[in-house]
Structure formats: C-alpha cells, structure tokens
C-alpha cells in the first residue's frame, strides 16, 4: 500500500495539468467535482496510510527517482507520522474548500482554470510536506508561492487582486532567500540534503554558531509563508482572491508551511538556543500586533487575515519554545477553525452579494441559519472556549511557555492578553455580521448558501467542536502519535496537576472577560462610532504598509529607475551600438580594397603567391 | 653541353613569368584564359620534370591531374565568356566592375 503514497502528490498535479490544458472542454460543474475528488481520493489514500501508525508502525521513505543524489535530493517522500498529520489536514480540509468553491466559484467566467490552480495548490503542499529533502521540500515550497500568487490574483483584471498577488509573491521571495541561503549553509555543513542524515548528524556535527545561522537563515523563510514579523503584510492583502483562496492559504496550506519545516528541523532548531528564542519571541510579537490589528478591520475578510497572523504566531511561539508537538496540535485545530471562519465569512458575503464591510450587516442569524450556527462554533473555538479546540491547543502552548519558565513566562503574559483580545475582535466580528439590527440595504437579498457550501461548514464545525479531545492532559493522543517524528527532540510541556488547571482557569476567564466587553460595546443596540485615533491606525494595519513602502519600495523603485532611464540606456544600449558602429566604420574603410577590378584581384594573388614563396625561401635559408 | 633538370626549371619559369604577365596585363579575357593555360602547362613542366628526374611517377599523375582541372575551368570559363559577350559585345574585363564595393 505504502507503494501507492506517490499517488498522494500525482493526482493533483494530474487534475492541475488537466483542468489547465482542458478545462474548458470539462466546462463548469464538472471541473469542479473532478477537482474536488482528485483532493479527496488522496485523503483517502493518506487515511488508509496513517492506519499502521496508530500501532507505533515504524516511518517509511519511498524512493521515486533519482533528481540530483549530488546533493542528496531525489524525488523521495518521507511517511511518518508528522507528514501523515500534514497531509491528512491539507488533504482532508483542502478537499472539503474544494467542495465549498463548487458552490461558491458558481457563474465565473474561469470556473475550471480555478479548480486547475486549487489542485496545483494542494499539490505543491503536499510536495513540501511529503518531501525527505530539502531540496524537494524547496520545490514544493516554491510551487506553493506560485500557486498562491496564481489564485490571489484569479480576479487579475481588478489593479487591486493584481497588486496583491505581486505583493505575495515578493514578498515570499524574500522568505525564500533566507530558506534557500539555509539550504546551501546545510549543504556546506553536511554535504547532503537528506533529512535523515542532516538530523541525525546535526548533533555531532554541528557547531552552535553554525546551527544558529542555519536555523536563523530557515526561520526567515518561515516567516516569509507563515505570515510573520516583518513579512507578515502580503497576508492581509491576499484577502483580494477568492474567499475559498484565502480559507485554502489560511488553514489548509501555505501558512503552515513554515511552522510544518521548523518542527521537521526540530533537531537543528533545538541546537541553537538563540534561534528559538528569537523564533518565539517573534511568534509572540507577531501574535499580540496582529491581534491589536484585527480589532480595528471593518472588512469580515480582513479581520479573519489578521486573526490568522495572530494565530500563526502562536504556533511559531510554540515551537520557538520546543513545544513542538502544541504548535502542530494548534496548526491542525487551527486548520479546522478557521477554514470554517472563512468559509461561512465566504458563505456570508456571497449571500450579501459581495459586500464585505461588517457595518453594512447585522441581523443576519435570521437569514442565514446554518451560517450562524457553525460560524459559532469557530467563533468559540478561536477564542478558547471549553471545551471547543482551541481551548486545549492554545492553552497547551501557553501551558508549555509557562513551564519554560523564566523569560518565557512574558511570552505567557502575551498570549494571555493576546487570547483575551482575540477573543474580543471575534465577538465584535460576530455580533456585527450576525446579530443587532441590519444594516444593508433593501435590494440585497440575504439568503442561505447551497449544500456544497454548508455542508463543508458543518463538518468543520463538528471537527472544530471535537478535534481539541485528540490531545487533552487527560489523554496525550496526539502526543503519543508523533513520537516517532520527534524521536530524542526534548520537548517541553505543560506543566500537570494544580498549576495545569490554574492556568486553564486564568484563559478561561479571560476569554469570558474578553466576550464579555465586546458584548457590552457592540451587543446593546447603538453602535460605537469608530474612527479616528487608535480606530484609523488600526484599519490602516499602523502604517506598517506606508512604512515599507516608504522604506524599501521607494528606494528600490528609485533604483530600478536609474537602471533603466540611465544604465540601460547609456551603458548597456552603449556597449552594444558602440560595438555596432565599431564594426561598421572599420567595415567602410576596407570597402575601397574590392575595386570590382578582375585583374586588381588576380594581382592580389600574384603578390600573396609571392609572398609566400619568399617566405618559405626565407625559412629555408635560401637568404 | 647536356640539358639538366635546371634547364627545364628555368623554362617552365620563364613561360609561367610570362602568363602572370598576361593576365595582369591583358584586358581581353580571352588572351587571360590562354595566359592562364600557360601558366597551367608551364607548372606541369615541372611536374613533369622533377618526377622524370627522381624516377617518381607521382609527378607525371599531378600533371594529368593538372589537365584535367584546366579542362574543366576552360569549358566553365568559355562559357561565361560567350555569355558575356553576347550580352555586352566586348570581352574587355575591367567594363565588368558591378562589384565594386
């Protein structure tokens, strides 16, 4: 069976290739659920695969082909339990997107060339997930960012979809050098890509100067696809694809790219204190910015965008503090959740006929039942309600941060505060889409979405509700799942008995005091008004945008300019007519030796001729 | 007085002396053909000569070889010559200068 895991990545590379050449032909709905059945077989297949590792089965490397064995990467796919978790969460949520955008991409001109991209999404993740290199988990990881700047900017005709697509994929370059760079420092180190044997010899072979630099150079990466300081600002925008786009980025793929590649390269994160503590405190930062942000976003989306961040920086704190296994726990609840929230945001917006401002709804539970009822539960769970997911995976991260002890422990306070802000934007987020008085006009009719689209809602709801019991204190389920993938990582958890329940005690209250004021702002009839001060530098993301722009665009910009109104023109075009004129006047003065004269040629020859017979005379000795 | 190999070295540069001339000098190509041949024959005297003088038979082959190349430029150089001539009524080859660069 282990033989058929090739499958995983082929079919959705197969239904890209096909959607692609031939979608057309496929025409609308059928492209949609040949698409959404090339993710969902795969799903399958992975179940299947997953089974013998609930017995404690051992990892399995299945060689595909040689590529480059220079440098230890060959198309080879690594299966243990971690990238079974992957691939089951890009696999299982993407499929159930996928079902979603049937529904939801209804009517669009390019219906099939999006299923085309979906699928190449969804492959390039499960490249990177499934790959026993890094050079393989490069190709994946830089096929995401394409897939990612094809669908952010599906609606390309729109200058802003466009922009934001650039804006991803630059942005994610950046990343990718910091990754790439890392990528020849490891080569340089150990002469192979190969993870078995990079994270084997790391502890013998490295030293923590060069282990710091790897992990630092990979943690640039991870920032560039998991959306954290400093290049966090192309996720907000990458709101102007598709709504099933931006649940795919979200939850499904892309954003877990990076803490998924940190916990693989456990075994070197681990080497390089620094590293980690940077990584955490990064996580921790990025968590409490982004949540600050999404209090003050009026677009449903936008909120969401920035609650991702702030989420992603909870994972990222996670494994900066060794506590890998809660990152991946909150990497999958997190899946669940807010591919949910997306989707009934998606669900919401396609009712309200594409208005995403939440001051022009309101009232909306009485029009949209099933909507209302599942968005709750992510509601819930983002916010850490028992005993929804979210609660047992954040507090899980912050259990492990307190436990660290020490610095740590401000890295606690943050998620503290950050968990009672996140809690109070999503309460803003629901009261103003779903409950007071509506807000929209006449004309929009807001009704309920087609099956293809709650059904996806309400099986994300009930995993969103559930998935937190796979890992509960009582029962380490997930824990003991990914073991072998963590195999001698020294993992820090939570602490147990009476301080365990203080600290879950103190995130509950806190959650509820977070509810609490933002039932008390926006749930009493009158709205606050909303603007200016705090409320603009929050809507504007702090001018972090306009910083940058100012900073590193204009500059670039500037130089670009100068390359190309004065370099190209006078250097570059320069050289080349310099060389052209060059050639012709040397040219013009040779013309008058062809004189058209036959005898002035015969002459010629008649003096060569000459020339060469004194010549070997003169060689010969004859003077 | 015996007639050694410089004899007919001497000779044949005399005669090859004298067809470069020609066709350096001449502006009617049809003398330049015949000068052209002389220059041809008086190389194959050599030819001839040297080989007899070593006892080699390359040298009677290079001259074979030699009349047979002249035949064949003859015959394509006659032709372009009557073709000239028909179109411009003079064999006169300095008239012929279109390529001039």
């Given at each position: 069976?282990?033989?058929?895991l090739?499958?995983?990545?082929?079919l959705?590379?197969l239904g890209?290739?096909t959607?692609?050449?031939?979608?057309?032909?496929i025409?609308?709905?059928a492209s949609g659920?040949l698409?959404?059945?090339l993710?969902?077989?795969?799903?399958v297949?992975?179940?299947?695969?997953?089974v013998p590792?609930?017995?404690a089965?051992e990892?399995?490397?299945?060689?595909?082909?040689?590529w480059?064995?220079?440098?230890g990467?060959?198309?080879?796919l690594?299966w243990d339990?971690?990238?079974?978790?992957?691939?089951?969460?890009?696999?299982?949520?993407?499929?159930?997107?996928h079902?979603?955008?049937?529904g939801?991409?209804?009517?669009?001109?390019?219906y099939?060339r999006?299923?085309g991209y979906m699928?190449?999404f969804?492959?390039s993740?499960?490249?990177?997930?499934?790959?026993?290199?890094?050079?393989?988990m490069?190709?994946?990881?830089?096929?995401?960012?394409?897939?990612?700047?094809?669908?952010?900017?599906?609606?390309?005709?729109?200058p802003s979809?466009?922009?934001a697509?650039?804006?991803?994929?630059?942005?994610?370059r950046?990343?990718d050098?910091?990754?790439?760079?890392g990528?020849?420092l490891?080569?340089?180190?150990?002469g192979t890509l190969?993870?078995?044997?990079v994270?084997?010899e790391a502890h013998g072979l490295l030293s923590?100067?060069?282990a710091t630099?790897?992990?630092?150079?990979?943690?640039?990466?991870?920032?560039?696809?998991?959306?954290?300081?400093?290049?966090?600002?192309?996720?907000?925008d990458?709101?102007?694809?598709?709504t099933?786009?931006s649940?795919l980025?979200?939850?499904?793929?892309?954003?877990?790219?990076?803490?998924?590649?940190?916990?693989?390269?456990?075994?070197?994160f681990?080497?390089a204190?620094?590293?980690?503590?940077?990584v955490?405190?990064v996580?921790?930062?990025?968590?409490?910015?982004a949540a600050?942000?999404?209090?003050?976003?009026?677009?449903?989306?936008?909120?969401?965008?920035y609650s991702?961040?702030?989420?992603l920086?909870?994972?990222v704190?996670?494994?900066?503090i060794?506590?890998?296994?809660a990152?991946?726990?909150?990497?999958?609840?997190?899946?669940?959740?807010?591919?949910?929230l997306?989707?009934?945001?998606?669900?919401?917006?396609?009712?309200?006929?594409?208005?995403?401002?939440?001051?022009?709804m309101?009232?909306?539970?009485?029009?949209?039942?099933?909507?209302?009822?599942?968005?709750?539960?992510?509601w819930?769970?983002?916010?850490g309600?028992?005993?929804l997911a979210?609660?047992?995976?954040?507090?899980?991260?912050?259990?492990a941060a307190?436990a660290k002890?020490?610095?740590?422990?401000?890295l606690?306070l943050?998620?503290?505060?950050?968990?009672?802000?996140?809690a109070?934007?999503?309460?803003?987020l629901?009261i103003?889409?779903?409950?007071g008085?509506k807000?929209?006009?006449e004309?929009?009719?807001?009704?309920?979405?087609?099956?293809t689209?709650t059904v996806?809602l309400?099986?994300?709801?009930?995993?969103?509700?559930?998935?937190?019991l796979?890992?509960t204190?009582v029962?380490?389920?997930?824990?003991h799942?990914l073991e072998?993938?963590?195999?001698?990582?020294?993992?820090?958890h939570?602490?147990?008995?009476?301080?365990l329940?203080?600290?879950a005690?103190?995130?509950?209250?806190?959650?509820?005091?977070g509810?609490?004021i933002a039932?008390?702002?926006?749930?009493?009839?009158?709205l606050?008004?909303?603007?200016g001060?705090?409320?603009a530098?929050?809507?504007?993301?702090y001018?972090?945008?306009?910083?940058?722009?100012a900073?590193i665009?204009?500059p670039?910009?500037?130089?670009?300019?100068w390359?190309a109104?004065?370099f190209?023109?006078?250097?570059?075009?320069?050289?080349?007519n310099g060389?052209g004129?060059?050639?012709?006047?040397?040219?013009?003065t040779?013309?008058?030796?062809?004189?058209?004269?036959?005898?002035?040629?015969a002459?010629g020859?008649?003096?060569?001729?000459?020339?060469?017979?004194?010549?070997?005379l003169?060689?010969?000795g004859?003077? | 007085?015996t007639v050694?190999?410089?004899?007919?070295?001497?000779?044949?540069?005399?005669?090859?002396?004298m067809?470069?001339?020609?066709?350096?000098?001449?502006r009617?190509?049809l003398?330049?053909?015949?000068s052209?041949?002389?220059m041809?024959?008086?190389?194959?005297?050599?030819f001839?000569a040297?080989g007899?003088e070593?006892?080699?038979?390359?040298?009677?082959?290079a001259?074979l070889?030699?009349?047979v190349?002249?035949?064949a430029?003859?015959t394509?150089?006659?032709?372009i010559?009557?073709?000239?001539?028909r179109r411009r009524?003079t064999?006169n080859?300095?008239?012929l200068?279109?390529?001039?660069g």
């Amino acid at each position: 069976m282990i033989d058929y895991l090739w499958l995983l990545i082929a079919l959705p590379f197969l239904g890209a290739a096909t959607l692609i050449l031939f979608g057309k032909r496929i025409g609308e709905p059928a492209s949609g659920w040949l698409a959404s059945a090339l993710v969902a077989i795969p799903f399958v297949i992975a179940a299947i695969l997953t089974v013998p590792f609930l017995d404690a089965a051992e990892p399995e490397t299945v060689f595909l082909f040689e590529w480059i064995p220079m440098v230890g990467a060959n198309a080879s796919l690594l299966w243990d339990p971690l990238s079974a978790l992957m691939t089951l969460i890009v696999t299982g949520v993407g499929s159930l997107i996928h079902l979603y955008s049937v529904g939801y991409m209804h009517g669009d001109e390019r219906y099939p060339r999006f299923f085309g991209y979906m699928n190449l999404f969804i492959g390039s993740m499960l490249t990177l997930v499934l790959a026993d290199n890094f050079g393989l988990m490069f190709v994946g990881w830089e096929l995401v960012g394409l897939s990612s700047y094809l669908l952010i900017s599906f609606w390309f005709t729109k200058p802003s979809a466009a922009a934001a697509g650039k804006k991803a994929f630059i942005v994610n370059r950046i990343g990718d050098w910091g990754f790439l760079v890392g990528l020849m420092l490891i080569f340089a180190a150990f002469g192979t890509l190969d993870f078995g044997v990079v994270f084997g010899e790391a502890h013998g072979l490295l030293s923590v100067g060069m282990a710091t630099a790897i992990t630092l150079l990979l943690f640039v990466g991870a920032t560039g696809k998991s959306a954290q300081i400093p290049l966090y600002i192309w996720l907000p925008d990458a709101m102007e694809g598709p709504t099933p786009v931006s649940a795919l980025i979200h939850a499904a793929t892309m954003v877990t790219a990076g803490v998924y590649m940190i916990a693989r390269s456990a075994a070197l994160f681990e080497l390089a204190p620094v590293t980690l503590a940077i990584v955490a405190s990064v996580g921790a930062a990025t968590a409490l910015l982004a949540a600050t942000i999404a209090i003050g976003q009026r677009d449903i989306k936008r909120v969401l965008a920035y609650s991702t961040i702030s989420q992603l920086g909870y994972m990222v704190m996670a494994v900066g503090i060794t506590a890998f296994t809660a990152g991946i726990f909150h990497l999958m609840t997190h899946a669940f959740f807010k591919a949910l929230l997306f989707l009934g945001a998606g669900s919401v917006i396609h009712a309200m006929s594409n208005e995403q401002d939440m001051w022009k709804m309101g009232g909306l539970r009485k029009y949209m039942r099933v909507t209302f009822v599942t968005m709750a539960f992510g509601w819930l769970a983002i916010s850490g309600l028992f005993p929804l997911a979210g609660f047992w995976s954040k507090d899980e991260i912050l259990g492990a941060a307190f436990a660290k002890g020490g610095f740590f422990l401000i890295l606690w306070l943050v998620g503290i505060v950050t968990a009672l802000i996140t809690a109070f934007y999503m309460t803003r987020l629901m009261i103003l889409t779903f409950f007071g008085e509506k807000r929209w006009d006449e004309d929009a009719h807001p009704h309920e979405s087609p099956w293809t689209m709650t059904v996806p809602l309400i099986v994300l709801a009930a995993l969103s509700a559930g998935a937190g019991l796979l890992n509960t204190p009582v029962r380490l389920a997930l824990e003991h799942f990914l073991e072998p993938s963590f195999e001698g990582i020294h993992q820090v958890h939570p602490p147990g008995g009476f301080t365990l329940w203080g600290l879950a005690l103190a995130s509950l209250v806190v959650v509820v005091i977070g509810i609490a004021i933002a039932y008390h702002r926006y749930g009493r009839g009158t709205l606050p008004t909303e603007e200016g001060g705090y409320w603009a530098a929050a809507l504007d993301g702090y001018g972090v945008d306009a910083f940058y722009g100012a900073v590193i665009v204009a500059p670039g910009r500037a130089i670009a300019t100068w390359l190309a109104m004065f370099f190209d023109l006078t250097v570059v075009d320069g050289a080349v007519n310099g060389l052209g004129s060059a050639v012709r006047s040397f040219g013009s003065t040779l013309r008058v030796l062809q004189t058209g004269w036959v005898r002035s040629y015969a002459a010629g020859i008649v003096a060569g001729s000459l020339g060469v017979v004194l010549w070997l005379l003169w060689q010969g000795g004859a003077f | 007085m015996t007639v050694t190999v410089a004899w007919y070295m001497v000779f044949a540069a005399v005669l090859f002396s004298m067809g470069a001339a020609g066709v350096l000098l001449r502006r009617n190509a049809l003398v330049m053909f015949m000068s052209i041949e002389l220059m041809l024959n008086s190389v194959n005297l050599t030819f001839v000569a040297a080989g007899s003088e070593m006892g080699l038979i390359e040298g009677q082959v290079a001259a074979l070889f030699v009349m047979v190349v002249a035949a064949a430029e003859v015959t394509v150089g006659l032709a372009i010559l009557v073709a000239v001539f028909r179109r411009r009524s003079t064999a006169n080859v300095d008239t012929l200068s279109e390529l001039k660069g």
